[in-house]
């Protein structure tokens, strides 16, 4: 497998190139997807970078190198458009690094992929100094409506012992979710949060000067 700079940006988002160049080795997948600063189409439009933690990412390097199927994460297909409709589903913080991943929507970041300052992080379920805090796991309810669960800042995240300033700035805001991945019928690989947010992996198109200045 090449290095994610030299992979072109076809073999990321193009559904058949996709398979091609990855068949079922999802895990080198994802890895890619954030070394590259892949970004995803979330919620209708709105471009985020995606964002592995390094504990994460070690994990999934390791089941691309063994090559064991049973330990890849599980992409469901087309028919599980929302996390209940998963076998087993229930209401928790579970994860599992396979088919259940804890992640974040953050805000608020500077030169993040995409040109909205917004990023799909996912983490590691296994004490990751990046991943989940106990205040988070204890409080989830991401089955819920944005509205009314905690969002949290940077120092808020630094006060629960997530390491979060250094790569996502001063400034930065957010919210934990559960994650899952899935293929609609297209074959286009789609992050979905448990509230039903999603977005499929999608190049993010260039801004014009106009554009830019009024967004």
């Not at 949290?152 to 629960?160: A, F, L, Q, V, Y």
């Not at 899952?180 to 690989?189: A, K, P, R, S, V």
């Not at 448990?194 to 014009?208: P, Q, T």
């Amino acid at each position: 497998m090449s290095s994610a700079e030299t992979i072109d940006a076809e073999k990321l988002y193009d559904a058949t190139k996709r398979r091609q160049t990855y068949q079922h080795n999802i895990a080198q997948y994802l890895v890619d997807l954030s070394d590259s600063r892949a970004t995803f189409d979330f919620c209708g439009g709105m471009m985020f970078e995606f964002k592995l933690t390094s504990k994460l990412k070690a994990r999934l390097l390791g089941v691309s190198g063994e090559g064991s199927a049973s330990l890849q994460p599980s992409v469901a297909d087309s028919s599980k458009r929302r996390m209940h409709q998963i076998s087993n589903y229930e209401k928790s913080a579970h994860a599992d690094n396979t088919v259940y991943f804890h992640g974040r929507e953050i805000r608020n970041v500077p030169d993040a992929a995409g040109g909205r300052g917004f990023v799909l992080q996912l983490s590691d379920s296994d004490d990751d100094p990046e991943g989940w805090s106990p205040q988070e796991v204890a409080t989830y309810d991401g089955w819920g409506h944005d509205s009314g669960r905690q969002w949290r800042k940077t120092d808020d995240w630094e006060s629960e012992g997530v390491q979060m300033r250094e790569k996502f700035g001063d400034d930065a805001f957010g919210l934990n979710h559960r994650f899952y991945l899935h293929y609609d019928e297209q074959d286009n690989f789609w992050l979905s949060a448990e509230d039903g947010c999603e977005g499929k992996a999608a190049e993010a198109k260039r801004r014009g000067y106009f554009q830019g200045l009024f967004n």
